[in-house]
């Protein structure tokens, strides 16, 4: 993959548009990334990967942190990529999510601007940031941490890598080759082991707690195995046994048991039925009294119940009577119904003359507040009549003084203008003096140089002269008397700076003249103008501070008049105001008024037909009452309902003594009956008493429930002792396979966590493959260094271990050809560490480029690391990386070396702006 073009939008410090056009460095070599510190060199590898991949090189900086802090609100966020890989070209633009200004609407309110990625080529377009990512893996063949270890190389990580000992060497592969999968492979097989130990133990105290709950007697063969067993060979030998055996007798004494037990039953049973005879015959002699008691009561409500009848029957023949009577009653109704008719319509038309009566007084007093209210409102309307005229006269006598008011005003302003006019004339004449003065004294000082320098020329002049040479000026070629040079005589740039320094101060002098003249002429206009004003308002001119006291005096005068008539003209609006409301209103009250007049007569003739209507409604009522012989319709007929209860009542007790007498006849005859059964029954019988057979049964049922108890508690220790036995011998096998396993497990954990015997090194599963990956890396790594040393060093894996205590493995020693020794790579100078840094960074670049398929990136980027290299030393690092820029591969090195810019011709130098934000710019 080789970038041809990048270009950056508000992102980092570069806020305008920056764009990078990698192809003015070709397709291979060396080329230099330098500039200010902090101004934003590693963050042009950021942009790639970010568009690449959405990331950047480090988690440092994170996708919704890249928006710079120098961006407007409305300035757009992105990055584009155009880059090359196996002859096609491809195009990547990707933003991140920001808050930006809206563009419509509300500016001041920010919006979210949502991430956005956009991948072309070939007349495609994706634009779905899962397919950018799937198509952008596919093409280069390698995802974000491969290109990111592959491209960029920092050599501060490497420095680590080069010294860390084995433990921290682990933590730096892990990140690098991903084999956290190795460590908590080991770490699954340590918490296996730690869980197969729990489960022994779990299986020790499970055992020990069914052994407590053997069911046996003390001193018993198996209580004293339960007592002895401690291991678990023990329990296979001698409890197990032993419980079976237990178990064997348990059985036979229960079936035993469940004999005797049965027999009682069968004996109970039989008692049971004999006391259900007892019990029955002992219930019919009861039921035999009760009926016999029973006759005798029954016979004696019938002898009453029959003279009931015989009463009730003799007083239904007086019912006759009390006919006639209701007749007589019911022929009255009518003439009462139509007296009470008369009654209502008399109470209803004396309600309708009370309602009436309230209702005339009501319309009276309405008429003569409404006689009143007319009156009143004339006699306002009439002192209202000249209110127009007066508003006109005070709404121009207003606007004569709101006029005079603002003229004062004017003046004032002009006043008070002219004196800021005469303040800023007197600070510009000060300032002017000193700008003069020092014009002056920068012309002196400049004439004075001039003078020393021309007259130091000849003596500049004589020190070129030769003796044999021809003078410039005279042409003589002997010199016997040459003019001497001042040693205090003033150099060219000395003359210049002091001319520059004249001409800067003339140009200061020139405009704080032209602006003393401004002020000079505006300070002229103003006078005339607060002269002509004052004389046209106050008739005569005053000085400004008399003028200020004096308008200030007539504003306030005018100020409270205009204040009084202004009070004087909201009251005479609100009287015109209620002027046009009366001449409104007035025709109303006049129109009502005569309305309620003629209501009025209306209701008085009505007055006279009601109180008529009720003249002759109390005379009918008086010949009603003279008549009939109840006061109403109501006490009528609580006579008539007294007359037919009586009927009634005597009719209910006559029907009900007959039904009663039938009703206890058949209920004599039915108990005469059943004495006589019961009789017959009771002859019959033969057997023991109840209280016999009760005492019998209770013997019985708790023989049987004693056996039941024995049976019950037979039964649950048969029971419990079964499934403890099958619980330890299946806890028994458990036990035996869980130390088979524990036992080749945790072999296998000490060998893959590296915690082996004291006489073997300490190599953990994922160091041993580590090891693999680094004995690779070494190989790239020894080809870069042997060229950057001249072939003095090389990077060897150490194979023995200082110390069985600590972890080893991944430690280095270095391999000096020059002398033939092996020493620890700490001994190294600082420039043969970086060195031996930079040779690990390109093998592992190297190593990872061929484990991804041989893929190979055209463009390599080398962060920092160079400072502290010699001479000698940098030129072989060059040799080594121009040597890996070879074969249509560029090489970017960002570095602050001064010693590259002369080696180095190419190159993409950023600086900082004052305004803030950075600036690439590409030098070839």
Same mark, same amino acid.
């Given at each position: 993959? #080789? ?127 899962? +397919? ?5 893996? +596919? ?31 682990? +933590? ?103 006391? *259900? ?51 007589? =009653? ?14 209502? @319509? ?28 007319? !009156? ?23 606007? #004569? ?15 008070? #203008? ?50 044999? *040479? ?45 602006? =003393? ?72 009250? @006049? ?15 009505? *007055? ?11 005379? !009918? ?13 109501? !006490?009528?007929?609580?006579? /008539? ?125 994922? /160091? ?25 060093? +090389? ?5 023995? *271990? ?9 430690? =280095? ?112």
């Amino acid at each position: 993959m #080789r970038p041809l073009e990048l270009q950056l939008c508000g992102f980092g410090p570069y806020v305008a548009r920056t764009v990078i056009d990698f192809e003015r460095f070709g397709k291979e070599g060396l080329y230099l990334i330098c500039g200010d510190t902090g101004a934003g060199k590693t963050m042009l590898f950021d942009a790639i990967c970010y568009a690449l991949f959405g990331r950047c090189s480090g988690e440092i900086r994170k996708p919704s942190l890249l928006r710079s802090k120098y961006a407007a609100p409305e300035d757009d966020t992105e990055v584009k990529l155009r880059f090359q890989i196996h002859g096609k070209v491809y195009e990547i633009t990707r933003s991140p999510e920001y808050m930006r200004a809206s563009r419509r609407g509300n500016r001041d309110k920010p919006v979210k601007h949502p991430a956005r990625v956009e991948l072309s080529f070939e007349h495609e377009l994706l634009t779905k940031d899962k +397919e950018v990512r799937e198509k952008i893996s +596919e093409i280069l063949g390698v995802g974000y941490e491969q290109f990111t270890k592959i491209a960029m190389l920092a050599q501060g990580n490497f420095q680590k890598m080069l010294f860390a000992p084995t433990a921290e060497k682990e +933590e730096i592969f892990r990140q690098i080759l991903d084999s956290r999968k190795y460590q908590d492979f080991a770490r699954s097989l340590g918490d296996q082991v730690s869980s197969l130990k729990n489960t022994q133990l779990e299986l020790r105290h499970s055992i020990a707690e069914q052994l407590r709950r053997i069911e046996c007697n003390e001193g018993t063969e198996l209580w004293v195995e339960r007592e002895q067993v401690g291991d678990l060979e023990l329990l296979k030998t001698g409890l197990l046994p032993a419980l079976r055996q237990k178990l064997q007798s348990d059985q036979e004494a229960l079936l035993q048991v469940m004999k005797f037990r049965q027999i009682a039953q069968q004996q109970l049973a039989g008692l049971n039925q004999q006391l *259900s005879r007892a019990q029955e015959h002992e219930k019919r002699q009861q039921d035999l009294q009760h009926a016999e008691a029973a006759a005798l009561l029954l016979n004696q409500e019938f002898t009453r119940t029959e003279q009931s009848f015989n009463q009730a029957k003799q007083a239904l023949r007086e019912d006759a009577e009390l006919t006639a009577r209701l007749a007589n =009653l019911k022929a009255l109704e009518p003439e009462y119904a139509s007296f009470e008719g008369e009654k209502l @319509k008399h109470s209803e038309l004396l309600v309708r003359l009370q309602e009436h009566s309230r209702q005339q007084e009501r319309l009276e007093n309405t008429l003569r507040q409404e006689t009143e209210s007319c !009156t009143k409102l004339d006699r306002e309307h009439a002192e209202l009549l000249l209110s127009p005229l007066e508003s006109v006269q005070l709404q121009q006598e207003l606007a #004569r003084l709101e006029e005079e008011l603002r003229q004062l005003d004017e003046l004032r302003g002009l006043v008070t #203008r002219r004196l800021e006019l005469h303040r800023q004339q007197q600070e510009a004449k000060t300032e002017y003096d000193r700008v003069k003065s020092l014009y002056l004294q920068a012309q002196a000082h400049y004439q004075q140089l001039n003078i020393a320098y021309l007259d130091a020329q000849a003596g500049v002049l004589a020190q070129t002269l030769e003796e044999g *040479s021809p003078c410039p000026v005279c042409g003589s070629l002997e010199h016997p008397k040459k003019a001497e040079l001042k040693q205090d005589a003033p150099d060219k740039e000395q003359l210049e700076q002091a001319q520059h320094e004249q001409e800067e101060k003339l140009k200061i002098y020139q405009q704080h003249s032209e602006q =003393l003249a401004l002020l000079k002429r505006a300070l002229e206009e103003a006078d005339a103008r607060v002269a002509q004003e004052s004389l046209r308002l106050l008739g005569a001119e005053y000085q400004e501070a008399e003028l200020l006291t004096l308008t200030a005096q007539r504003h306030q005068e005018i100020s409270q008049s205009h204040a009084a008539k202004q009070g004087l003209m909201q009251q005479m609006l609100a009287r015109i105001e209620r002027k046009k409301k009366l001449e409104e209103q007035l025709p109303r009250v @006049k129109a009502d008024l005569a309305e309620h007049q003629k209501e009025l007569e209306e209701h008085r003739a009505q *007055s006279v037909k009601l109180e008529l209507e009720q003249a002759r409604l109390q005379s !009918t009522l008086e010949h009603f009452r003279a008549r009939l012989p109840y006061a109403d319709l109501r !006490t009528l007929q609580q006579e /008539t309902a007294k007359l037919q209860a009586q009927s009634l009542s005597l009719n209910q007790a006559y029907q009900s003594a007959e039904q009663q007498l039938h009703k206890l006849s058949a209920q004599r005859s039915e108990l005469t009956g059943k004495v006589k059964e019961l009789k017959s029954q009771l002859d019959n019988y033969q057997g023991q008493s109840v209280a016999e057979l009760t005492l019998q049964i209770s013997k019985g049922r708790t023989e049987s429930e004693q056996l039941s108890r024995q049976l019950e508690a037979l039964q649950l220790g048969l029971k419990t002792n079964q499934d403890i036995l099958v619980d330890l011998e299946r806890r028994g096998q458990e036990e035996q396979q869980n130390l088979e396993t524990l036992g080749w497990m945790k072999e296998l954990c000490d060998t893959v966590a590296g915690n082996l015997t004291e006489h073997q090194a300490k190599i953990s599963f994922e /160091t041993y493959v580590q090891q693999a990956f680094f004995r690779r890396i070494i190989v790239h790594a020894n080809e870069r260094l042997k060229t950057m040393t001249a072939g003095q060093y +090389e990077l060897k894996l150490r194979t023995e *271990s200082s110390s069985f205590r600590s972890k080893s493995g991944l430690d =280095l020693d270095v391999l000096d050809h020059y002398n033939g020794t092996q020493r620890e790579v700490e001994s190294l100078s600082g420039g043969e560490s970086f060195k031996a840094s930079l040779s690990l960074a390109l093998g592992l670049s190297d190593e990872i480029q061929r484990r991804a398929g041989g893929i190979r990136l055209d463009t390599l980027f080398v962060d920092e690391g160079f400072g502290t290299l010699d001479a000698e030393s940098l030129r072989q690092a060059l040799q080594a990386l121009q040597s890996l820029a070879s074969s249509h591969r560029l090489v970017g090195i960002i570095s602050h070396v001064e010693e590259f810019k002369t080696q180095i011709d190419r190159r993409i130098e950023v600086r900082k702006l004052t305004a803030g934000g950075s600036q690439a710019q590409v030098i070839v």
